[in-house]
Nanobody, 124 residues
Framework: QVQLVESGGGLVQAGGSLRLSCAASGRTFSSYAMGWFRQAPGKEREFVAAISGSGGRTFYADFVKGRFTISRDSAKNTVYLQMNSLKPEDTAVYYC?????????????????WGQGTQVTVSS
């Protein structure tokens, strides 16, 4: 497992942007698929985006396609989620996830490592 620490959340107006970061510990970062999930109050956690260990493949939930971009920087052991055109319904706690088994495991919500979450609030 790796230790994950998210940052970058905050309060933003609708239409604005935020970039979330997830710093991972360990020297095997490039072998881990990474992803982002979110959970709004009273709702179940849902998949947002995933990226392969090499960074060559990305996957997105339909509701963020064209607005959010996931990327990774192996030199910094960090994965990012650039969020543009934010909507009030994007308000949630955003969690970073990691697993060496690949993006399918991430997308299924079965990642072995999770961060503590960062709050994103979008005002109308």
């Amino acid at each position: 497992q790796v230790q994950l620490v998210e940052s970058g959340g905050g309060l933003v107006q609708a239409g604005g942007s935020l970039r979330l970061s997830c710093a991972a510990s360990g020297r095997t970062f490039s072998s881990y698929a990474m992803g982002w999930f979110r959970q709004a109050p009273g709702k179940e956690r849902e998949f947002v985006a995933a990226i392969s260990g090499s960074g060559g493949r990305t996957f997105y939930a339909d509701f963020v396609k064209g607005r959010f971009t996931i990327s990774r920087d192996s030199a910094k052991n960090t994965v990012y989620l650039q969020m543009n055109s934010l909507k009030p319904e994007d308000t949630a706690v955003y969690y970073c996830a990691a697993d060496p088994a690949g993006t399918s495991t991430i997308v299924a919500g079965n990642a072995g490592s999770w961060g503590q979450g960062t709050q994103v609030t979008v005002s109308s």
